[in-house]
Nanobody, 115 residues
Framework: QVQLVESGGGLVQPGGSLRLSCAAS????????MGWYRQAPGKQRELVAIMETDGSTNYAQPVKGRFTISKDNGKNTMYLQMNSLKPDDTAVYYC?????????WGRGTQVTVSS
């Protein structure tokens, strides 16, 4: 089965930026629509950004205008550029298909926004 590995998280001050990466062991980005999800402590996992196979994108309202999803099919990698980060963006970030199709979740990457 395809494996997903997220990276790029860290501690950043409010207003800062981070770029997350999602590496897949197989070529799924050209087959399935993909999403970035996040789960904050005590909250359910939520979908924050989607990229369709045709390259069109959509964003959850809390991140619209600040986050940008992109992908490199040749590298089997997807990215999430996060700008103007806020403390409410603190969460573990995951990538997976959207809608979920049963691919195992990766470990995620922790993003902490704090001064």
């Amino acid at each position: 089965q395809v494996q997903l590995v997220e990276s790029g998280g860290g501690l950043v001050q409010p207003g800062g930026s981070l770029r997350l990466s999602c590496a897949a062991s197989g070529n799924i980005f050209s087959i399935y629509a993909m999403g970035w999800y996040r789960q904050a402590p005590g909250k359910q996992r939520e979908l924050v950004a989607i990229m369709e196979t045709d390259g069109s994108t959509n964003y959850a309202q809390p991140v619209k205008g600040r986050f940008t999803i992109s992908k490199d099919n040749g590298k089997n990698t997807m990215y999430l550029q996060m700008n103007s980060l806020k403390p409410d963006d603190t969460a573990v970030y995951y990538c997976n298909t959207s809608p979920f199709r049963g691919i195992n979740w990766g470990r995620g990457t922790q993003v902490t926004v704090s001064s």
